[in-house]
C-alpha cells in the first residue's frame, strides 16, 4: 500500500468528488482515481459508490475513513520527528502580494533559521480544501464568509472598487453608484479567486446583468486591458490600488460587499512544531494593522 493512495482516497471522501480531489491534490482526475482503484483492490473492497454525482462513501469507505485520517496524521508526525527544527508546508493565493503576505514569511524565516518554509501558491478556492484536509499546515486564503474557525486570524478586510480609464466620466465623490456602469464591458477575475460571483452579484445587486468581455486570473493582465480601453475591471480595492496607475483612476462602487483575508493553520499544522511562532508572527501583523 502507498500513502498517495490514502491521500486520494481521504481527498475525495472529503470533498465529495474526484475532480474536487484532484484540484485539492495538484494532480489530474486520471491519476485520482487509479490511486483510489489500487487502495480498494489492495483492500478487496469498493471505498466509493460512483453511481451518483458525489463519490459517495460505501459503509467500507465508511469503516475505512477513520483509520485512514489517522494514518496519514500518523506520517506527517513521522516527516516531523525527521525535520524537529521545524518544517512548515503553507499555501498561499495569488494576489497575497498585494496584501503583503509573502513579506511576513520572509521575515519570518529570516528570525527563524531553523525553520523550513516550504510556501505553494494555490488557486483561492481550493486552499479551504487544502486546510480541511491536512494537505497543508496552514495558508493565507479571502473568504467571503463571517463565520470563520476559531483558529484562523484575520489580517484584513477589504471591499471591491472599479478601476476605469481615466477620461471615462463619472461623478466625483468617494462612492459611486454601480449602476451608472450598467452599459459598460466588464472585465473580471476567475471564479478561482472567489471574487467571479461576488462582483457578479454586486452587478444583479445593482439591478443588471454585467457585459462580461473578460475572465482572468491575472489582475495584472486585466489592468493592461482596462489601459488598453477593453472595459472596466472589478477587483478588489487593495489589489486595484496597487495596480493603478498613469491613464487609470479608481473608483468604489455602491452597492458593495466586504472580504476578509486570513490565516487558518490545519488541524495537522496545529500539531507542527513551528506552527506557535508563525501564529505568533501573524497575530502581532494583524494587530499592527487593526491599529494603524
Aim: proline share 7%; glycine share 8%.
Amino acid at each position: 500500500m502507498e500513502l498517495e493512495w490514502v491521500q486520494a482516497f481521504i481527498a475525495v471522501a472529503e470533498s465529495g468528488s474526484f475532480s474536487a480531489a484532484a484540484e485539492i491534490l495538484f494532480l489530474s482526475q486520471p491519476v485520482i482515481s487509479k490511486r483510489v482503484q489500487k487502495l480498494e483492490r489492495w483492500l478487496g473492497a469498493k471505498l466509493f459508490d460512483r453511481s451518483h454525482r458525489r463519490a459517495e462513501l460505501t459503509a467500507a469507505g465508511h469503516r475505512a475513513y477513520p483509520p485512514a485520517r489517522e494514518l496519514a496524521r500518523q506520517a506527517g508526525l513521522l516527516a516531523r520527528a525527521i525535520h524537529p527544527d521545524g518544517t512548515l508546508r503553507l499555501a498561499l493565493f495569488p494576489a497575497a502580494d498585494h496584501y503583503g503576505f509573502p513579506r511576513l514569511l520572509a521575515e519570518f524565516a529570516a528570525s527563524h533559521p531553523g525553520m523550513q518554509l516550504i510556501v505553494e501558491e494555490r488557486e483561492n478556492t481550493v486552499i479551504p480544501a487544502l486546510v480541511q484536509s491536512g494537505h497543508c499546515d496552514g495558508a493565507f486564503f479571502r473568504t467571503m464568509d463571517r463565520d470563520l474557525p476559531e483558529p484562523a486570524i484575520v489580517l484584513q478586510e477589504d471591499e471591491m472598487a472599479l478601476l476605469v480609464p481615466e477620461a471615462l466620466e463619472c461623478p466625483a465623490g468617494e462612492r459611486v453608484p454601480l449602476s451608472l456602469f450598467s452599459q459598460e464591458q466588464f472585465l473580471l477575475l476567475s471564479a478561482g479567486t472567489g471574487l467571479l460571483e461576488a462582483s457578479k452579484e454586486l452587478c444583479r445587486r445593482a439591478g443588471f446583468v454585467p457585459r462580461v468581455g473578460y475572465i482572468g486570473a491575472s489582475a495584472g493582465n486585466i489592468v493592461r486591458m482596462v489601459r488598453n480601453g477593453a472595459g472596466l475591471a472589478l477587483l478588489s480595492r487593495q489589489v486595484a490600488h496597487s495596480c493603478a496607475g498613469a491613464g487609470l483612476r479608481l473608483v468604489v462602487p455602491e452597492p458593495n460587499c466586504t472580504s476578509r483575508l486570513v490565516f487558518c493553520p490545519s488541524q495537522a499544522g496545529l500539531e507542527a512544531p513551528a506552527m506557535p511562532a508563525l501564529l505568533d508572527a501573524v497575530r502581532r501583523t494583524a494587530m499592527r494593522r487593526a491599529s494603524s
